[in-house]
């Protein structure tokens, strides 16, 4: 009998130590599939960290390029940011982050789709036809990557809260494709057309110089009939026939320029009315008149706010009296 309790118990103690050996190794392997997604999903946000500064620095003209050479960088960028997709798509998170690697992969789809609406715009952007459409959309695609970041951020605190109940001692970092100012905050900047204009505008001709000189227009003069209208002020505009906007460039630079777009917008009303015109050429010293037609017509009792925009030139340095803004109401 004591033989017999003495094997039972024999018998018992090597199921207590097998049973703790499997669970020892789900464990570790359990602790390692955590480990392991961690520091895969680091190393792609390393990658899209790196190209977002590469792609950025790329706009404010850290690098030499041709518009030729430009393009075809951004169309890189494009390819880049879909491969990064596909790798966020094949990693293998532990069933508690199933979850948050939807919103991992959400992300970086957000920064592949903004890189591709760019690329598609880039062209035009930086040519000579349909210049403005095109950067309204390069700016009106920034979104993209502020909302990529958001989206990031919320699979990476998921994240890292279940590592911490884990006991993990791998961390996600934290990805913010979208620049930050010195405060930390969405470097506003990027939402600007003048800023993205002025920007492209420097790539423009960057591999000839620009054809020298100093390049530099400005909004001299917006009216509207006989009513010329005052900047960051309240206008009463008489409604007489169809309204069209003069808007008169000056060529503050040295060289001669020409076809020069010129747009003309009118927001907050109950649908949007918008125009654009160019410019053919303007001397350097001169003044020069262009009108706009609105499109649709305001009728009376229209108001918003009112932007006339002159597109910056190739090599033109300081872009902020490109834009001119006015609430108007027509009556």
Same mark, same amino acid.
């Given at each position: 009998m004591v033989r017999r309790l003495g094997a039972v118990a024999v018998g018992i103690l090597v199921l207590i130590l097998l049973v703790l050996g499997v669970r020892g190794c789900l464990n570790a392997r359990k602790e390692r599939a955590f480990e392991n997604y961690a520091r895969d999903?680091?190393?792609?946000?390393?990658?899209?960290?790196?190209?977002?500064?590469?792609?950025? =620095?790329?706009?404010? #003209? @850290? +690098? /030499?390029? %041709? $518009?030729?050479?430009? !393009?075809?960088? *951004?169309?890189?960028?494009?390819?880049?940011?879909?491969?990064?997709?596909?790798?966020?798509?094949?990693?293998?998170?532990?069933?508690?982050?199933?979850?948050?690697?939807?919103?991992?992969?959400?992300?970086?789809?957000?920064?592949?789709?903004?890189?591709?609406?760019?690329?598609?715009?880039? =062209?035009?952007?930086? #040519? @000579? +036809? /349909?210049? %403005? $459409?095109?950067?309204? !959309?390069?700016? *009106?695609?920034?979104?993209?990557?502020?909302?990529?970041?958001?989206?990031?951020?919320?699979?990476?605190?998921?994240?890292?809260?279940?590592?911490?109940?884990?006991?993990?001692?791998?961390?996600?970092?934290?990805?913010?494709?979208?620049?930050?100012?010195?405060?930390?905050?969405?470097?506003?900047?990027?939402?600007?057309?003048?800023?993205v204009s002025e920007n492209l505008a420097g790539i423009s001709g960057g591999g000839d110089g620009g054809g020298g000189g100093v390049h530099g227009l400005g909004v001299a003069t917006v009216l509207i009939g006989d009513t010329e209208l005052l900047a960051e002020s309240a206008n009463t505009v008489p409604l007489e026939g169809t309204p069209e906007v003069e808007v008169q460039v000056e060529n503050q630079g040295d060289s001669e320029e020409s076809d020069i777009p010129v747009t003309v917008s009118i927001e907050g009303t109950d649908e949007s009315v918008e125009g654009d015109a160019t410019l053919d050429r303007i001397d350097s010293g001169e003044t020069e008149s262009v009108t706009v037609p609105l499109d649709p017509a305001p009728s009376s009792g229209t108001s918003g706010t009112l932007e006339a925009f002159v597109e910056p030139v190739p090599d033109e340095q300081f872009a902020e009296n490109n834009e001119f803004v006015a609430d108007v109401t027509f009556e």
């Open positions: 999903l680091t190393a792609v946000v390393q990658e899209s960290q790196q190209q977002s500064e590469t792609f950025f =620095g790329r706009f404010e #003209g @850290d +690098e /030499n390029l %041709t $518009e030729l050479n430009f !393009e075809t960088e *951004v169309r890189a960028d494009r390819s880049n940011a879909e491969q990064l997709v596909s790798r966020a798509e094949s990693l293998d998170p532990p069933g508690e982050l199933d979850g948050a690697q939807d919103n991992v992969v959400e992300a970086f789809e957000l920064r592949r789709d903004g890189l591709a609406a760019i690329a598609d715009n880039i =062209g035009a952007a930086l #040519g @000579d +036809e /349909n210049t %403005t $459409e095109a950067t309204d !959309e390069i700016v *009106v695609h920034m979104e993209d990557f502020l909302a990529s970041d958001v989206v990031y951020r919320q699979a990476r605190d998921e994240i890292n809260t279940v590592l911490d109940e884990e006991d993990i001692g791998e961390k996600v970092p934290k990805s913010e494709f979208f620049p930050r100012d010195d405060d930390g905050n969405p470097d506003p900047e990027w939402f600007d057309r003048v800023t």
